[in-house]
């Protein structure tokens, strides 16, 4: 399979508790982005890495999430002390980058927060 | 103003119809466009992209983008129920914001 891969598809915690997501991307792609998802609304951008380095964060992002690519492959998605608003399908995607910005989505970690 | 705004629907047609899905998008440096489908419980997936002016079709897809008035389109020609999906608008600026922008999505039920 050479898609995006994402684990686990699912993850249930306690509130406080820390988790961690990571994404394999496309073996090829240069660009992997972190999105979230909720019931009934788009995608909303959380952060995006070209090679190892992380070039954009949202402003959503609060200090509680980091995210590192550290080889330029795979990425991990840390989330500290959950919160029940964390609640959501974290979804990972990669593209080539440079002029194609064509985004390919993994199957997504969906997050529940007791 | 949301920065990219759809109708959430659902919007339903009948099998064998045309289906119009529509977009408006506020940052008028937007220069690349995407849309996406959702089934339920799926990660998005790419079904068209449009770049200039006018119609790009695709099968039985169309896309259609009109950058004066920060308006792109998709058209489904005779929709089939495996029709029935979230679409997704997506706009891409080359300023500022790298990544992708999503609207909320437009909920398609195409009826037997």
């Known amino acids: 399979d050479t898609g995006v891969s994402q684990n686990p598809r699912h993850k249930i915690t306690k509130r406080g508790q820390n988790v961690t997501f990571r994404c394999d991307p496309i073996?090829?792609?240069?660009?992997l982005y972190w999105y979230r998802q909720t019931l009934g609304q788009g995608p909303e951008f959380l952060t995006y890495?070209?090679?190892?380095?992380?070039?954009?964060k949202s402003r959503l992002l609060s200090d509680r999430f980091s995210a590192e690519r550290p080889k330029g492959s795979f990425s991990t998605l840390e989330i500290q002390r959950t919160e029940q608003g964390d609640s959501a399908m974290y979804l990972c995607?990669?593209?080539?980058?440079?002029?194609?910005?064509?985004?390919?989505f993994g199957s997504g970690t969906q997050l529940s927060v007791l | 103003q949301k920065e990219v705004e759809q109708n959430s629907g659902p919007l339903s047609v009948p099998e064998g119809a045309i289906a119009s899905l529509n977009c408006t998008y506020s940052d008028r440096v937007s220069q690349s466009f995407f849309w996406y489908r959702q089934y339920s419980g799926k990660s998005p997936e790419l079904i068209m992209s449009?770049?200039?002016?006018g119609d790009k079709e695709d099968g039985r897809f169309t896309a259609q983008l009109n950058k004066a008035s920060q308006y792109v389109s998709l058209l489904i020609r005779d929709s089939q129920p495996s029709d029935s999906a979230t679409y997704l608008c997506?706009?891409?600026?080359?300023?500022?914001?790298?990544?992708?922008?999503f609207g909320s999505g437009t909920r398609l039920q195409v009826q037997p």
């Open positions: 073996s090829e792609h240069n660009r």
């Open positions: 997506a706009v891409k600026s080359d300023t500022g914001r790298r990544a992708l922008t």
């Open positions: 890495f070209q090679n190892e380095a992380q070039l954009e």
């Open positions: 449009i770049y200039s002016n």
């Open positions: 995607a990669s593209s080539p980058g440079q002029t194609n910005e064509k985004l390919f």
